[in-house]
């Protein structure tokens, strides 16, 4: 029933389209300056405020929270489908260390509630990931709205689904691309017959958020919102291309696993560490 409402109240081709075109945040003249300044990081007290407004969640929330049972707290009421609840509980205790007690709990009932919003989607493996990421920088609500934004408006129909065949694609041309601009890469992991997508399909469903450390992924999260799913593939790119020497080296697909899982050092966002790579440089070279 829901995911009829939502594919016919007319939203989401108008509002995907305006936020793709920057007309939630900026009139054109200003884009390429708003850009510039979004790659060189968002403010951290208001990066919150600009995710909500960039992502077109503002509007998507006012849309939808002025429609019975549509609303957010409306969705939190609904039950869960039995397997959907067990597929959420099962990946919370997996997030991060960072993710706790009342977070924990706040996050359960973030995914919950889009698995009733969209049932056609449910919940999908890596969107605990984002979820926690996304309420560490916004109040509940806000959090979801702009969960809601990522999945249906920023990120390619399908990326997240049953079969994920948005983002098989979108790692499809992912490794065309490292074909073409990093042939030598491309030819040493033909050689030892190691595949990329082993590695780097993880980075594409968590929007990096298990890949790279806490403050390289808000940083790259910023320019995902403003940008969309071309930052993904940039930003994919450029650790590629940091971690060329160690790639070269590899002698097996353990190699390429290890270069990989953490390209910039340190840990994932949603645990302790950070890495030997700064993120200024690392959106140099995407950008």
């Known amino acids: ?9 007319g939203y989401n081709s108008t509002f995907s389209k305006l936020r793709r075109a920057g007309g939630f945040l900026v009139d054109s003249s200003l884009k390429a300056q708003v850009t510039k300044a979004v790659r060189a990081g968002c403010p951290p007290s208001r990066r919150g405020e600009i995710w909500w407004v960039a992502s077109g969640a503002r509007e998507k929330a006012k849309y939808y929270e002025a429609r ?14 039995e397997h959907v609840a067990y597929e959420i509980d099962k990946d919370l205790h997996r997030t991060g260390g960072g993710v706790q007690g009342e977070v924990l709990e706040t996050l359960r009932r973030l995914l919950s509630a889009y698995s009733v919003r969209n049932p ?20 509940e609500e806000r959090a979801f709205w702009v969960f809601a934004a990522l999945v249906e408006d920023i990120l390619p129909p399908d990326f997240y689904s049953q ?23 491309d030819q040493h992991l033909t050689l030892i017959d190691a595949s990329l997508e082993v ?46 020497s160690n790639l070269l080296a590899a002698e097996h697909v353990g190699d390429v696993f290890m270069c990989l899982k953490h390209p910039l050092g340190g840990a994932g966002a949603l645990d302790s560490g950070d890495g030997g790579v700064s993120p200024d440089e690392m959106l140099h070279l995407a950008f």
């Open 1 to 9: 029933r829901r995911s009829s409402d939502l594919n016919n109240s």
């Open 68 to 81: 019975p049972g549509e609303g957010y707290e409306a969705l939190c009421t609904w039950p869960v489908e």
């Open 120 to 139: 056609d989607i449910g919940y999908c493996q890596s969107m605990n990931f984002i979820g926690a990421l996304l309420l560490l920088q916004l109040p």
């Open 163 to 185: 079969d994920m065949l948005g983002a098989r694609a979108e790692q499809r041309v992912f490794q065309r691309v490292v074909q073409l601009k990093c042939p030598k890469i």
């Open 199 to 244: 590695s780097c399909y993880p980075w594409f469903l968590c929007l990096f958020v298990n890949t790279l450390p806490y403050q390289a992924t808000l940083r790259v999260l910023d320019v995902i919102v403003h940008e969309g799913i071309k930052v993904v593939l940039r930003v994919a790119l450029a650790l590629i291309k940091l971690q060329e």
